[in-house]
Nanobody, 124 residues
């Protein structure tokens, strides 16, 4: 089992920044690819970004490319999502997830473990 706990959500004005963190415990963090997803009210959960285990290859949704950055610190069992130039459409609950796969990890079904989520609200 892997336990994931997100932090860093909150309310920010459009154009502002937030930094989300996810701390993992349970199994060897470096053995898992990590991803961030988000879910707005009435919508399906959607992929935001991922970073693979091993080589640390990153991948982003087109809607956040150039604004968000994902990084991982294996020595701290932490994955971080830096969100800049936030827009009201970024408002959602953001979830951290862990996958034993190394690639093709853009769908919720590719992930084995999930955090409880943290709310991000961007006001206009």
């Amino acid at each position: 089992q892997v336990q994931l706990v997100e932090s860093g959500g909150g309310v920010v004005q459009a154009g502002g920044s937030l930094r989300l963190s996810c701390t993992a415990s349970g199994r060897t963090f470096s053995d898992y690819s990590m991803g961030w997803f988000r879910q707005a009210p009435g919508k399906e959960r959607e992929f935001v970004a991922s970073v693979s285990w091993g080589s640390g290859v990153t991948s982003y949704a087109a809607s956040v490319l150039g604004r968000f950055a994902i990084s991982r610190a294996n020595n701290k069992n932490t994955v971080t999502l830096q969100m800049n130039s936030l827009k009201p459409v970024d408002t959602a609950v953001y979830y951290c997830a862990a996958s034993s796969r190394a690639w093709g990890i853009r769908n919720p079904g590719d992930y084995d473990y999930w955090g409880q989520g943290t709310q991000v609200t961007v006001s206009s």
